[in-house]
């Protein structure tokens, strides 16, 4: 009976945490919403009612009387061929290093790129920034070069484990039927690392989609090539801020996101529990 009392007294305290951890991830986003469709008028005199009706005025505003599609553009263009690169560049770079792991060159190479995991983003904000100018790089292609770079310290920390855990015998098999070293890593590693390869689609398109630290040091020359976050700060000026129409713009570039997390979630629990086990 003391057990079953235990349990009990256990599971109800364990629903509180999990009924308070989903209140503080779901207000935040209900306030999003709900003011999205208000007026600044109606949100300033009660920001956290339900608005009498829905009015769509700041989409509208949203679509046509701002440089909105630009960002979007941009974001996009960013997201995509970032993702792409950093899909093609960690896979291969962690099958090398998980296959030669055994040899200097590639066990400190390792090493090298897990040091990024331990420095913080802060330290080297600035001389990043220096290096982009000198090398003329302020712009979307040096930013998609920093997001490429950036991926690898947990990329191939998460890869090169989870390789290491995969049947060699799979490969040798697939080099004696004749495949090359290539032929091997696309026809056998690839469809083996799968959930890994999900799990960095997610992961990363969720950061790149998001970030602001780096588009604000990268992209801060001119308006015209801002992504959708740098957008989104830029609703807030000296002396006021139209937040109705900046929840608007949150919303629109949460959704794709929320939807991709969603859709996508188990892949990366399931990716990560792998990657941090095998090896």
Known sequence: MRVKSDVTVWKFFRNILIACGLTLILFPLYLVVINSFKSL????????????????????????????????????KITVISVALILI????????????FERKYYKTVYFYLLMGLFIPSQVIMLPVTKMMTKLNLLNHEGLIVLYTAFSLTQGVFLFVNYIRGLPYEIEESAQIDGCSVFQ?????????????????????????????????????????????????YNFKT?????????????????????????????YIIKGLTAGSVKG
């Open 184 to 232: 091997t890593y696309v026809r056998i590693v690839l469809p083996l690392v799968k959930p890994m390869i999900s799990t960095l689609l997610i992961m990363d398109t969720l950061w790149i989609w998001n970030d602001f630290m780096l588009p604000l040091l990268i992209l801060n020359r001119t308006q015209n090539i801002w992504t959708l976050p740098l957008f989104q």
């Open 89 to 100: 560049f960690v896979p291969s770079v962690s099958y090398a290093i998980a296959r030669n």
């Open 238 to 266: 000296e002396y006021s801020f139209n937040y109705t129409l900046a929840f608007s713009a949150y919303l629109l570039a949460m959704l794709p996101m929320l939807i991709i997390y969603c859709l996508g979630q188990k």
């Open 41 to 76: 008028e109606e949100a300033g005199r009660n920001f956290f009612a339900l608005p009498s009706t829905l009015r769509p005025d700041n989409f509208i505003e949203l679509f046509t009387n701002s440089n909105y599609w630009i960002f979007l553009r941009n974001s996009l």
